[in-house]
C-alpha cells in the first residue's frame, strides 16, 4: 500500500501561485509514477501532470504547459506541483495519484489522495 497526503492548496487571486506537495509513504514509491489530478464541480476528472520517479520525465496537459511544473524529492518521498499564473479555471480539487504506468488516464494510477482545493478568484 502507498499512501498520499496532498497539502498547498488555497485562495489565490488570477495571475498567483501555489505550490502543492504530496508526500508519499509506505510501500517504496521509487517504483511508481505519480500524477496530479484535478476535479472542478461538475466535471470530469482531468489530467494535469505526471513525472517518473526513477528517471527525471515528466508529462504535461497542454492547458497547464508553461504554467505548471512537476517536480519531486525522493529524499522526503515528496511530489510537488508549482502553479504560476493561475486562471479561475485552473479553480479544482487537486489530487496525487501513483501507479506503474507513466500515463494521463486515471484508470492507470493505483493510489490517490484525499485532494486539496484550489481556487483561483477573478
Known amino acids: 500500500q502507498v499512501q498520499l497526503v496532498e497539502s498547498g492548496g488555497g485562495l489565490v487571486q488570477a495571475g498567483g501561485s501555489l505550490r502543492l506537495s504530496c508526500a508519499a509513504s509506505?510501500?517504496?514509491?521509487?517504483?511508481?509514477?505519480t500524477g496530479w489530478f484535478r476535479q472542478a464541480p461538475g466535471k470530469e476528472r482531468e489530467f494535469v501532470a505526471a513525472?517518473?520517479?526513477?528517471?527525471?520525465?515528466?508529462y504535461y496537459a497542454d492547458s497547464v504547459k508553461g504554467r505548471f511544473t512537476i517536480s519531486r524529492d525522493n529524499a522526503k518521498n515528496t511530489v510537488y506541483l508549482q502553479m504560476n499564473s493561475l486562471k479561475p479555471e485552473d479553480t479544482a480539487v487537486y489530487y496525487c495519484?501513483?501507479?506503474?504506468?507513466?500515463?494521463?488516464?486515471?484508470?492507470?494510477?493505483?493510489?490517490w489522495g484525499q485532494g486539496t482545493q484550489v481556487t483561483v478568484s477573478s
Open positions: 495519484a501513483a501507479g506503474f504506468s507513466f500515463s494521463s488516464r486515471n484508470r492507470d494510477y493505483d493510489y
Open positions: 509506505g510501500r517504496s514509491v521509487s517504483r511508481y509514477a
Open positions: 513525472i517518473k520517479w526513477t528517471v527525471s520525465e515528466t
